[in-house]
């Protein structure tokens, strides 16, 4: 069964670094996404991207925040420069874009910013 | 904005069914989702119902839908240890790209 990947499952940076997170959409899929879930908080909508810009974003998503597709597989989250308060765990999800839609997640990367 | 809320603990023993409660605002069409979440893991999709539906159900696992009130319940059936996990309740608006909008998370402890 096709699913979302993202590397790394772990990052660890210090503050003020940029970090980059990766993640691959299932193929067909021409809608996706990032949440966020800082430890023990609920799962938090970041940015939706559609045909190579961003939907919606958050209030969270401010520009320290940049998303991109570099190419026809990845789809990526950078964060120019990381504070302690961006450790959480951040999703990607993808979906096809049809009426009858579902958002698929992918494992997660989980940031640590020290 | 929308809003999900759920209660944040249940513990059942092993065969017993287990109902995870969960409450939401948005009134218009939507799409309701249940997502596990296993330690150290991604979220993963269980079932999801669509807003004009009462009831699906899935093997072990049965959505009721009370769209007057607007509560929604995930019932396991037979529940087992590897249920054993945080179960989110979410909701997406219908078409195109959405928002899913998650609860706190119920985490559900199965005792053998």
């Known amino acids: 069964e096709p699913e979302v990947t993202q590397t790394p499952s772990h990052q660890v940076t210090q503050m003020g670094q940029e970090v980059i997170l990766r993640c691959v959409p299932i193929?067909?899929?021409?809608?996706f996404y990032w949440y966020r879930q800082i430890l023990g908080q609920k799962v938090e909508f970041l940015v939706s991207?559609?045909?190579?810009?961003?939907?919606?974003k958050s209030e969270i998503f401010d520009d320290q925040f940049s998303v991109e597709r570099p190419d026809g597989s990845n789809f990526t989250l950078k964060i120019r420069s990381t504070k302690l308060e961006d450790s959480a765990m951040y999703f990607c999800?993808?979906?096809?874009?049809?009426?009858?839609?579902?958002?698929?997640f992918g494992p997660g990367t989980r940031l640590t910013v020290l | 904005g929308e809003d999900v809320e759920q209660s944040l603990f249940l513990s059942v023993r092993e065969g017993d069914s287990s109902v995870i409660n969960c409450t939401y605002t948005?009134?218009?069409?939507?799409?309701l989702y249940w997502y596990k979440q296993e330690p150290g893991a991604g979220l993963q999709l269980l079932t999801y119902?669509?807003?004009?539906?009462d009831m699906k159900q899935d093997q072990r696992l049965t959505v009721l839908l009370n769209k007057k009130d607007k509560h929604l319940s995930l019932r396991i059936a037979d529940t087992q240890t590897g249920d054993s996990a945080i179960y989110f309740c979410?909701?997406?608006?219908?078409?195109?790209?959405?928002?899913?909008?998650f609860g706190t998370g119920t985490k559900l402890q199965v005792i053998p």
């Open positions: 999800a993808s979906s096809e874009g049809t009426v009858s839609d579902t958002q698929y």
């Open positions: 193929s067909n899929h021409l809608y």
């Open positions: 991207f559609y045909n190579n810009e961003i939907s919606e």
């Open positions: 948005d009134s218009s069409s939507t799409y």
């Open positions: 119902i669509f807003s004009n539906m």
């Open positions: 979410a909701e997406g608006e219908v078409g195109g790209y959405q928002k899913v909008t």
